[in-house]
């Protein structure tokens, strides 16, 4: 069976900061290259940042120098640090794996998401 799972969401005043995770289980996420989507309620579904098998970068410029993307091989899970957060960051966040080792291409695996509120 073939998972990933989103955790580490919450409720957070502005200006609060979260981690989410992304865990996989029954397969590496080492030879893949993934990416964190979110979705608010009434908009289109939007990349944020995805992360290369060697560990190149990339984000949404709405979110540079706020979110950082890494990856921990050895404990199979890819993390999404997000600093500073605004009320526009509220979402549900995705996690996905790329069928490749860059952030090209189709996004097939995907979790189930974790909710982002940001709120005073």
């Known amino acids: 069976q073939l998972l990933v799972v989103e955790s580490g969401g919450g409720l957070v005043h502005p200006g609060g900061s979260l981690r989410l995770s992304c865990a996989a289980s029954?397969?590496?996420?080492?030879?893949?290259?993934i990416g964190w989507f979110r979705q608010a309620p009434g908009k289109e579904r939007e990349e944020v940042s995805c992360i290369s098998s060697g560990g190149g970068t990339n984000y949404v410029d709405s979110v540079k120098g706020r979110f950082t993307i890494s990856r921990d091989n050895a404990k199979n899970t890819v993390y999404l640090q997000i600093n500073n957060l605004k009320p526009e960051d509220t979402a549900v966040y995705y996690c996905?794996?790329?069928?490749?080792?860059?952030?090209?291409?189709?996004?097939?695996?995907w979790g189930q998401g974790t909710q982002v509120t940001v709120s005073s």
């Open positions: 996905a794996v790329v069928s490749g080792s860059v952030c090209d291409g189709d996004f097939d695996y």
């Open positions: 029954g397969f590496h996420l080492a030879p893949y290259a």
